[in-house]
């Protein structure tokens, strides 16, 4: 699984602030001048291990069969794995958990009216692509967590599926209660289709890859380029993600041999009606079939055919979806390098290692990337380099079905995580081209350093002046081109959800970061099919390595310098900025929600809709709405002003320490303690509304997004929900929220104030 | 022939001015209370009068065949027409021309490597569309007045062959140098597409219909939908028209029998490449066939392929296009009703008749409610209506070419015209939905009170209050629809050309506007191909000719309007809101330009091109250019300005005349004579740079658009084309323009306040 890199959400993301602490022009933040040069050589010495041939090796062992959870060659790469850790000099060791996943048992799309035409709902072998022909091994095309069910019904089209394009289709006349529904790839994670859906009276979806999203609409098809070919077909989860991450039967405890479980009927993560994914090839004779009013333009895609809503038309269709919902095994290898001073603070650095099939560069390209920053770090132990705090190296399994593996790890460490842990850095696919980084407020400042002391291999420059440069270009406003030009910050966008970070930031409040390579080559066109291979790697993506070394060189650089840090690096006076654009953010999608509301009502009382609505076509205009009410944002723009103020006074204390030349290269401050709380005390724990196991409150998945990431969610979901006295409520909440965190920096900066850091 | 509909234009549209002159709120402007009381009952006696099933029958008579330049049936409907406006009382008889009009000898279009396919060329025969079998009357698809050639070479595909894709191009690393290139339709005057590829070196041009622009991507295809099906070829002229429409061969003259003509080899609007236009299914396995680079995102059409660019890949195309160069006639349809007071003031109302094929849609539905007005206002005569003014109604022949039987009877009576045109009012085509016009800027009030009443057929709103809001609905951010709301006066956009209108506005200066329905059912589909017929026409568009009676009410009643009014309704403040706009938005390109180039140039030397560029894929940086200079705009400001203060002293003396109730029923004032030169007060005489046909420098086609205007297009292409002492120079004129235009508005507010207007 992964997010959509980064880089090409453009101006969704939140900027990056303009103030940022100052780093010791040839040091480096949190750490005296002569701890700094020891930082640096030791650095240098690991920047030179990460090798592209290794990297390459690993990944033909590690793709050479299909490893799904419960695979044999699952259980054999995390056993290979753990072996290879161990053989670096890393204590290593493999923790065990059992998930509940189902794998398809039946599956069946067809058309029955007007004609038949039963779906192939199969990835044909490619001649020349060796790994393609496991069919044996290989896991079917099907979405995992979908019920079982047995449907038939009129075919309608919902676009993405998302709620606009419901209202769309009810502007339209078109009703999806008692139909089968079929929606295309994108916009939102997928679990997020056939839960609108079901929202909506659907009783069953179809998910397919559009060919202008996602085929030849984008380049040459695999074999020749390197995008989804007809037969092509996107597998993944649909669980509803948005409730809880992990395993459906134990949310918010380790699925251990004896944890206590729901009922499978109980989990209210598993979809409410069948769900089935198919290939472009597939889709056409059931979209070509439609009738009923011509899709809206924006919903066209990149089939010959004209695309219709359909509706009580012509096309019906039976769509069977049954699995074997089995309690499977998932195999984490945890490898750990203890802190020499702080063996109680821990840096995490994790990359899952299972795939939906082969899995060449979801997730094998970031998985070799850790494996050779950890043989990396073997190697600098036995120079002699001792980490300050406890680093720990994680190949998760089980995170295609679910962050399984990682969720699992998680909650059945809590605890230690909430006491310990200094930050998450992830990874999952890598490609070719710039640097994303999505991540928590506080950590963008420091990725952002890194990145600096990091070669792209192609243009020669630093990552990040690559990264920079290319945002500037991409940059949608005159404003924004000043900002990023401004800033020595990267873009570093909230977290939503997708790969194994869930479960740090979202459920304990761990900073994190999600990194990788992108946008050159993309593996979009192979996602989650059988054709995510070696052989496709070698010839479309990351061939040389090169930016697999990369990787490597900017993950064991960040986990190296969060581990010696003097002072962890944390950035408040960034958090706080971007708190504040939070907070104005909020303010802006009220009144443009008044504005639009207001504005929408007038045009229904002028006849705008009875007058443009076409007498052949017709349109319904859209309900009246009452116009939001204001809502006071005192308590959060006092929280955001607070936390300002007091991130102000750490900085001024940290530049003071930075430039006391009698500060030392000694071990880490005892004010690392109270920092590493931090983002702990950007939770609540009674939740988000609805969803307890979210405990962030900067940001979450939202719930009608999934990958994409709302901010201040337990505020802006109400707001865009029209719950307003939740949103005030929430108000209150956050807003205490932002007051414990200002109040925990100004001890910070009190401590580091008293020169007895 | 026709332009996109301007209801389709959206924000490219100048808005309305908001302050216009005052109409008396029961009266009509221009008109005393007393004559007012009279026109409204002569107008309310002729909007009772046409018919729709006329209309159907005139067009299932004028469809029957084809009936393009040179045919027989082109004549017999000439002839068909002159018989009618006689039989209903009016002056008519035909003016002949001899034009050139080349008409296909030979035409090919191969593939001859690295497959071989030869292009069909060829409209099938649809069963139940009983003329679509017409083969042999029917002029084959081809692009007229191409140059006659036979060449062979690579193909390259450009987009829509506008001078920005050959920069991207050129920034691939794509050349067209000794190509053929293939060319979407759309965005442009179909001729602006090979001059731009001879431009940059290209032997040939191809252009196609793309299926995601017109075809399968809009809707359903016909026979099934109104859409371009597969096979469908959009015909049509390639003139240079941008240098002067009309007979190539003897531009500002009538083509008489005896008029000094051009050589062919000297006539400067033909092609200087070969071109040929072709349907979607030819289109496809050509290509199908090309490599080079992906082509970007938003070249991408609605075949299912990858759209390359081309280039010297393996696709290699041979293209034969030869054509018979013979002088054809064509028969302008002239019927004249003398005025009673003001036999000298012409108001002039055209429609073409002559089509590519059976055209209904393009033009027989604009002629149909023009032979409708022309029959009312018979009736009128014949119950004792007398108009004031003289009242010419025209059929005009050979517009498809290229505006044959229009520019040639302007060029032929231009001194006439010069000191006798009131306006000109013309139509095209005609379909369901809204209102449109386009005009000259003191024409958009007059033309809106007149749609204030007209009922529209399908809401039984005004055409006006319909239009008004649709254009609410589709307004593209609140200042628009602010405006929109604030102004009585529709959206009325600058005429650039496509039809009749042109040798009017731009060679002899006449107010003019171009009128029609459209938005719901659109011809799009069809046009210019042997499907836009009678069948077609009445299966899909304005099935029961509602929407031409309502042409025919807004036309006549507009026609009458002028006819009759004892002071003619331009609306200088109108003018001078827009004049002003105009100048704002001169301005505003010289600052956009400036901010854009600085911007450009600043990234090239960040090196911000170098560092996207995808060693893969490379792309060039765009060449640095020298920022633009500050231009002196005061000539400009300072005309707008003495026109903005004429303006408002006219409107005053004109709301002091309306006022004053001693003012009776009389005739026409002296002040007419005067206010009907205020057109032609905006133009020069020496033309626009390098064109001198086009006088008229409020608007005019693009050079590099054709349809699109361009406004104060002397200054906007001197600028846009970065000729700034060429810039410098034509502000001085237009700036001496809005003076002398100034002046006359003047003198007749002196006139009006004299009391003796």
Redesign the interface.
């Known amino acids: 699984m992964r997010l959509t890199p980064l880089f090409a959400l453009g101006a969704a993301l939140t900027l990056v602030p303009l103030a940022t602490p100052s780093t010791p022009p040839t040091g480096l933040t949190g750490f005296s001048p002569a701890a700094a040069r020891a930082e640096r050589d030791w650095e240098a010495k690991f920047k030179a291990i990460p090798s592209p041939d290794s990297q390459r090796a690993y990944m033909r062992h590690l793709t050479a069969r299909p490893h799904h959870v419960g695979s044999p060659y699952d259980s054999a790469n995390a056993q290979w794995i753990l072996a290879h850790f161990k053989s670096w000099g890393l204590d290593a060791h493999i923790e065990r958990f059992e998930v509940l996943f189902p794998t398809p048992r039946e599956r069946l799309v067809e058309l029955v009216s007007p004609t038949h035409f039963r779906a192939s709902l199969q990835e044909p072998t490619v001649a020349g692509d060796p790994t393609s022909s496991q069919h044996a091994e290989q896991l079917p095309t099907y979405n995992a967590y979908s019920i079982d069910g047995d449907v038939t019904g009129p075919l309608v089209y919902v676009n993405f599926g998302l709620p606009e394009d419901y209202d769309s289709l009810e502007r339209h006349g078109v009703s999806v209660k008692g139909a089968i529904v079929i929606a295309r790839y994108g916009n939102s994670w997928r679990g997020v289709k056939p839960m609108v859906a079901a929202e909506h009276g659907a009783v069953g979806c179809i998910i397919y890859s559009d060919?202008a999203d996602d085929g030849?609409?984008?380049?040459?098809?695999f074999p020749k380029?390197p995008?989804r070919p007809r037969e092509g077909v996107q597998r993944g989860s649909v669980m509803e993600m948005q409730l809880y991450p992990g395993d459906p039967l134990t949310p918010g405890v380790g699925a251990t041999h004896d944890a206590k479980r729901l009922s499978r009927a109980d989990a209210p993560t598993i979809t409410k009606i069948p769900v089935l994914p198919i290939s472009y090839g597939d889709a056409q004779p059931l979209l070509a079939a439609l009738g009923g009013p011509?899709a809206p333009p924006e919903w066209?895609g990149?089939?010959?055919?004209?695309y219709h809503m359909g509706g009580p038309g012509p096309a019906r269709v039976h769509l069977v979806v049954k699995s074997n919902w089995d309690l499977k095994p998932v195999y984490d290898v945890i490898a750990t390098i203890r802190g020499a001073t702080e063996p109680d603070q821990w840096v995490v650095r994790g990359n899952h290692q299972d795939a939906w099939v082969n899995g060449a560069e979801d997730p094998t390209a970031g998985q070799v990337a850790l494996m050779e920053e950890a043989r990396g770090l073997g190697a600098l132990l036995a120079q002699g380099w001792r980490p300050q705090r406890t680093i720990i190296y994680a190949a998760w399994d089980g995170e295609e079905p679910m962050l399984l593996g990682s969720t699992e790890w998680v909650e059945e460490h809590a605890d230690e995580l909430r006491d310990k842990a200094v930050a998450y850095i992830n990874s999952d696919t890598n490609d070719?081209?710039y640097l994303f980084a999505g991540g928590t407020p506080s950590m963008a400042s420091f990725i952002s350093d890194v990145a600096k002391d990091v070669e792209d291999p192609?243009?020669h420059?630093s990552v990040w002046?690559?990264r920079k440069?290319?945002d500037?270009?991409s940059a949608r406003s005159?404003d924004q081109?000043r900002q990023m030009r401004a800033s020595d910050v990267l873009r570093v966008g909230p977290l939503g959800s997708g790969s194994d970070y869930s479960g740090f930031v979202d459920h304990i409040g761990v900073a994190s970061l999600n990194i990788g390579f992108g946008g050159?080559?993309e593996g979009a066109g192979v996602y989650h099919s059988v054709y995510d291979d070696f052989y496709w790697y070698t010839h479309f993506s990351d061939t040389s390595f090169v930016y697999g070394r990369a990787l490597s060189q900017v993950g064991g650089t960040a986990v190296m310098r969060l581990a010696d840090a003097q002072v962890l690096p944390y950035d408040f006076v960034g958090l706080a900025s971007t708190v504040q654009g939070y907070v104005s953010d909020l303010q802006k999608l009220v009144q443009a929600e008044q504005?639009e509301i207001a504005?929408r009502n007038r045009?229904i009382q002028?006849?705008?809709?009875?007058?443009?609505s076409?007498?052949?076509h017709p349109t319904s205009a859209p309900p009246a709405e009452p116009v939001p009410p204001h809502l006071g944002f005192a308590p959060l723009q006092n929280g955001a002003d607070s936390l300002s103020h007091a991130a102000d006074r750490y900085a001024k204390a940290f530049a003071a320490l930075a430039a006391d030349t009698s500060y030392g290269a000694g071990a880490p401050a005892p004010v690392n303690a109270l920092l590493l709380q931090a983002a702990r005390r950007l939770t609540d724990k009674r939740g988000l509304p609805g969803r307890p196991w979210y405990v962030f409150e900067l940001e979450a998945p939202g719930m009608y997004t999934g990958y994409g990431a709302k901010t201040m969610p337990a505020v802006r979901e109400a707001i865009e929900q029209r719950k307003f006295p939740l949103a005030e409520q929430q108000i209150q909440t956050v807003g205490a929220v932002l007051e414990a965190e200002a109040a925990l920096v100004d001890s910070a900066a009190r401590m580091l104030g008293s020169r007895s850091p």
Chains 1, 2 share one sequence.
């Open positions: 060919p030849y609409g984008q380049g040459d098809v380029g995008y011509v066209r990149g089939l010959g055919v004209t070719r081209g192609e243009t420059l002046k690559r440069l290319a500037i270009r005159d081109r050159e080559s504005d504005e045009e002028e006849g705008v809709f009875a007058a443009t076409d007498p052949w």
